[in-house]
């Protein structure tokens, strides 16, 4: 009887020591969390995302009067790197004496922060202003130039302010909320009088 207890306990052992681990907490709550995780974090390419949200009927439309294909959390951290590379193509279309003295408008403090991260990689210089929130404090003294590069401003204002303008170039993100599907990219030149003069009328808070 001896040989078959020992086989028996020896087999026994060997079949425990091949079985695979239980399931522990962190990873049931890993394949709880990641349906989720899959629409809140940039982890799959943007159209891929939207089919996803689609089947799960998870697409949210939290902010009044805006929209996107994805959830606003990705959709408001998309395009902003192509953004900036659509203005640096505009910049470059310039001749090198416009370029040299170019200053970049932005009306929102997020399109103000893509050209000051993204632009040094596009090659753009350090020359952005902004009306928004604290943008619009960081910008007093910086505003004046004979030519601007304008994200999304208004036409009229641009034609009040410079002898010269015209629309250079659109961004498109097709991703993005509504307010940032289609931006015009403007440029004004000869300005008809120093921008510091209207400054305090453009600030914007919210």
């Not at 040094?120 to 604290?134: A, K, M, Q, T, Y």
């Not at 505003?143 to 590069?149: E, K, P, Q």
Request: proline share 9%; charged share 20%; glycine share 8%.
């Amino acid at each position: 009887m001896r040989p078959f207890r020992s086989v028996t306990v020896e087999g026994a052992m060997q079949n425990e020591r091949q079985s695979p681990p239980p399931a522990g907490p962190g990873l049931l709550l890993a394949l709880a969390v990641l349906p989720v995780a899959l629409l809140l974090l940039p982890l799959l390419p943007p159209e891929v995302t939207v089919r996803y949200g689609g089947v799960l009927g998870m697409i949210q439309k939290p902010e009044r009067g805006q929209s996107s294909p994805l959830p606003q959390l990705l959709a408001d951290r998309t395009g902003w790197e192509a953004g900036v590379e659509d203005v640096a193509r505009v910049f470059r279309s310039l001749p090198a004496e416009d370029q040299a003295k170019a200053v970049f408008f932005a009306p929102s403090y997020g399109q103000a922060g893509a050209l000051e991260f993204f632009g040094p990689r596009f090659g753009l210089p350090d020359r952005v202003i902004g009306s928004h929130n604290s943008y619009w404090h960081w910008s007093v003294g910086r505003t004046n130039t004979d030519v601007l590069i304008a994200v999304d401003p208004d036409p009229d204002s641009m034609r009040q302010l410079f002898r010269e303008t015209w629309q250079a170039g659109v961004s498109r993100c097709d991703y993005c909320m509504t307010w940032r599907r289609d931006e015009a990219i403007w440029v004004g030149r000869r300005s008809v009088a120093p921008l510091n003069r209207i400054w305090a009328k453009v600030r914007f808070y919210i």
